[in-house]
């Protein structure tokens, strides 16, 4: 049997639990999702230290890199310039080998026009004095030749005897007779620059 009571009261209880409810929450405010102008100038600035440190670290890297191959250029155009050269007995005239060695040095000098050299010409103890002096004389002669023959300017070479005064191998035999037969080479201008020239 149909009980109104029954009926209004369940209405009431269904309207009152509705009342009841919370309301709910209002929808949150989403968080940004970018940086911030402030954050994005940071960053800019902190870039660009960031780069202008790492072109400095490269600049210096560079510098470093040319000064070793500078130094290793000078060192290797000092051991071509200074290698000495030898001379048969009794003889001035150059040999292939000595040819091969002052071409060597030729391309060393043509590249660096302000190095100059003095030739020390030597011979070993036997003969006199005054004839070892006379062909060192002219051994040191003929390596000077040999380089103004190529067109270098012969103010840039000077040539000077010692003869048999200053050995460097002591003996009286073939081998270091040989080794006394020769001419030196000392850098008298023009040194500091080895490293920066061509050649």
């Known amino acids: 049997m149909f009980n109104p009571r029954l009926v209004l009261a369940a209405f009431a209880t269904v309207v009152l639990a509705a009342a009841c409810r919370p309301e709910p929450p209002p929808p949150a405010t989403p968080e940004p999702t970018g940086p911030t102008p402030a954050e994005i100038e940071a960053q800019r600035v902190a870039d660009s230290i960031a780069a202008a440190e790492a072109a400095k670290r490269e600049d210096e890297r560079q510098a470093q890199q040319a000064q070793r191959e500078m130094e290793q250029r000078a060192r290797a155009a000092r051991e071509t310039l200074g290698e000495m050269v030898y001379f048969d007995y009794d003889e001035s005239v150059l040999t292939s080998e000595t040819t091969d ?17 003095r030739m020390e010409g030597h011979a070993d103890e036997r003969g006199t004095s005054e004839y070892n002096i006379a062909l060192g004389s002219e051994r040191a002669q003929s390596v000077s030749e040999f380089f103004t023959g190529f067109g270098l300017a012969g103010a840039r070479f000077a040539t000077v005897s010692y003869g048999e005064e200053r050995p460097i191998s002591q003996g009286s035999n073939e081998a270091a007779w040989a080794r006394n037969r020769r001419v030196e080479f000392v850098i008298t201008a023009g040194g500091n620059d080895l490293g920066r020239c061509q050649g």
């Open 101 to 117: 060695k002052l071409r060597a040095k030729l391309e060393v000098l043509r590249g660096c026009p302000s190095v100059r050299l």
